[in-house]
Nanobody, 123 residues
Framework: EVQLVESGGGLVQAGESLVLSCTAS????????MAWFRQPPGQERTGVAN???????IYADSVKGRFTISRDNVKKTLDLEMNSLKPEDTAIYYC?????????????????WGQGTQVTVSA
């Protein structure tokens, strides 16, 4: 059974940093593209960053230069380092997995999801 468990969310002030982690189990992590998505209150879920198993990464324009996605294929973990956080980064952040090497931020292409972790950035 595929399981994705996020951790690391919390309440921070604007300009501060936070690291989210996703621990995976139940599948061959090294053969999957892994991504972070987020859903702000009252809005749709959108892609934040994707790490293909070949190492290719992509980011949403809104987080480029501030967020860094990284993966450890041995530990089966996916991290999202978030710096210079802004109030508009407030959202529930989800980890997602896809059995493909494709690198995109289309949520409909990811069949496996974690339960999400809340990130709140105060002004």
């Amino acid at each position: 059974e595929v399981q994705l468990v996020e951790s690391g969310g919390g309440l921070v002030q604007a300009g501060e940093s936070l690291v989210l982690s996703c621990t995976a189990s139940g599948f061959d992590f090294g053969d999957y593209a892994m991504a972070w998505f987020r859903q702000p209150p009252g809005q749709e879920r959108t892609g934040v960053a994707n790490s293909a198993f070949t190492g290719t990464t992509i980011y949403a324009d809104s987080v480029k230069g501030r967020f860094t996605i990284s993966r450890d294929n041995v530990k089966k973990t996916l991290d999202l380092e978030m710096n210079s956080l802004k109030p508009e980064d407030t959202a529930i952040y989800y980890c997602a997995a896809r059995p493909s090497d494709a690198c995109d931020l289309s949520s409909s292409r990811f069949p496996y999801w974690g339960q999400g972790t809340q990130v709140t950035v105060s002004a």
